[in-house]
């Protein structure tokens, strides 16, 4: 009888042991689920045309990841993302362009470079021109006003049409600083307009039209240029006998918050730097493909 007591008192002491230990076990997990609980915040990220595709399907397929974060795109231009991230307005000033050549040396240095992408820009035309190729020379004569008719330049009898980007625009600064080599004034009669969707649709349906777009807005409906004869492709921006390019920035106020730095190194993750990633696949080229170097200053080394 003795022995029959000392069993069950045993039986129930293990019982109520396995009991604690569930109860513990249910704590900790309860407490490590609520360690590990989702990403979640406000993402705003504004500026540069030329980054807006790549940087709204990456968001698009961020959020799809991560419910409780909300992410917001704006164009404006690469001026204008740098100034609202400068000024705490944005979480993200996308830019064409180093934060130093539009800010304030002390604001600049405020701002920590994320380089997420390589663009190129080419100079496009309506398709009825009748050129596919324009020198150096040729382009600063058409966009400081000293050519106006296609005639000159081995097109068509027509009037020249100018297409351009406001001076907030870094798709403009780049263009202007690797294609012309000068910066250019706003000639009468030249339509200015911000976007780059809105500039390919003025060029592709306006008689005598030219403008320049990044390379992911280049299609069928306009006629990309040849720059001094050779063409905007992947592999001469990567070897360096394309000049026109610059790097895509996205740049913050000192270091990211988690979740912007979540969607930072997203897009610089190999699911979207990859060869079936988002970058290549809309037309820009991963960082890590290029063979040569440029800095703030324009200088390239390989």
């Given at each position: ?11 129930t ?44 399907t ?17 164009g ?7 100034t ?24 600049a240095?405020?701002l ?7 663009v ?22 058409i ?18 049409q ?34 780059s ?21 280049l ?84």
């Open positions: 009888m003795k022995k029959i007591l000392t069993l069950a008192m045993a039986l002491l293990t019982v109520s042991l396995a009991a604690c230990g569930d109860k513990d076990k249910d704590n900790n997990s309860s407490s490590q689920g609520s360690e590990s609980s989702s990403l979640s915040g406000s993402i705003l990220a504004v500026g540069s045309t030329a980054l807006q595709q790549l940087v709204e990456t968001a698009a397929d961020f959020m799809d990841k991560n419910k409780d974060v909300s992410i917001q795109v704006q404006g231009g690469s001026g204008t993302g740098l609202q991230v400068s000024e705490g307005q944005a979480q993200i000033g996308n830019s064409d362009v180093f934060a130093e050549e539009k800010l304030d040396a002390d604001k240095a405020e920590v470079d994320h380089q997420v992408a390589v190129a820009m080419a100079a496009v035309t309506n398709k009825d021109v009748g050129i596919d190729g324009l020198t150096k020379q040729q382009l600063v004569d966009f400081t006003g000293k050519v106006t008719n296609w005639s000159e330049v081995g097109g068509k009898d027509e009037k020249i100018i297409v351009n980007r406001p001076s907030s625009s870094g798709t403009r600064a780049t263009f202007e600083k690797f294609a012309l080599g000068t910066k250019t004034e706003d000639l009468a009669g030249s339509i200015q307009e911000d976007a969707g809105t500039v390919k649709k003025l060029v592709g349906e306006t008689p005598g039209a030219i403008g320049y777009l990044a390379m992911s807005y299609d069928d409906s306009i006629q990309a240029l040849k720059y001094d004869g050779v063409e905007a492709t992947v592999d001469n921006v990567t070897n360096g006998s394309y000049p026109v390019w610059a790097y895509e920035h996205m740049y913050t106020k000192g270091e990211p918050d988690a979740a912007t730095k979540a969607f930072l190194d997203y897009i610089v993750s190999d699911e979207v730097q990859g060869d079936n990633g988002e970058v290549v696949e809309l037309g820009y080229i991963p960082v890590s493909k290029m063979q040569v170097k440029r800095d703030a200053a324009g200088t390239v080394t390989k």
